[in-house]
């Protein structure tokens, strides 16, 4: 069975394909369909409600059974921000590298017990037929005082759990306890009941 994912991140696509692989679904970026998905404004205030936002528009403009995930990171000793704006913080342009200089300073007099975060990922689902549902991912960590490694994306090189970062984890480590990994799994649960 064929799924579209509104995203165009590469990265995202090929974690997705990773985890729904064993349930028979191949999953496309919208390109790959010769599909032009619409931008779509995240006006929600939750990450659910961006997950939905995103989906619904991506099942509408192609037919197909559409995922969207919205995620980011929430830092405690920042009120919870860049929360449902990360993608946003210090400006939507902004390089990843400069967004976490620029988290770095903001915490630069926080000390390592005051520094902890946690990564939260809603993935929704939405089906040509109007069905839809949405699960919810979460892993605790804190922030770190400079980026490490290599691997992931976005704010991963600073984001630890327990002596590495995301981006030191494997694939496989990171799909084993992240967030993303997390709420893509609890999908691959759910979808069966509506894939019969």
Do not use: W
């Not at 961006?50 to 059974?65: F, I, Q, T, V, Y």
């Not at 990843?96 to 000390?111: A, G, H, I, N, T």
């Not at 939260?120 to 949405?134: K, L, M, Q, Y």
């Not at 005082?145 to 981006?167: L, Q, R, T, Y």
């Amino acid at each position: 069975m064929d799924f579209l994912i509104a995203t165009h991140n590469m990265k995202k696509r090929e974690e997705l394909h990773r985890i729904l692989k064993p349930l028979s679904i191949d999953v496309y970026l919208d390109f790959e369909k010769g599909i032009k998905l619409r931008e779509v404004e995240e006006t929600g205030e939750t990450f659910r409600e961006n997950a939905l936002l995103k989906a619904r528009a991506g099942c509408e403009d192609s037919g197909m059974p559409c995922i969207a995930d919205d995620s980011g990171l929430c830092v405690e000793a920042l009120d919870g921000r860049p929360g449902v704006y990360s993608a946003r913080y210090h400006g939507e342009e902004t390089p990843y590298s400069e967004k976490m200089q620029y988290m770095l300073e903001e915490l630069k007099d926080v000390p390592k017990e005051k520094r902890t975060a946690y990564f939260v990922s809603v993935a929704a689902c939405v089906f040509p037929d109007g069905r839809e549902f949405t699960v919810e991912g979460r892993c605790e960590g804190f922030i770190g005082f400079e980026p490490k490694g290599e691997n992931g994306f976005g704010f991963d090189p600073v984001f630890m759990v327990g002596e590495k970062s995301f981006a030191q984890l494997s694939a496989e480590e990171k799909d084993a306890i992240s967030h993303r990994g997390k709420s893509l799994s609890l999908l691959a649960k759910t979808l069966p009941d509506y894939i019969k």
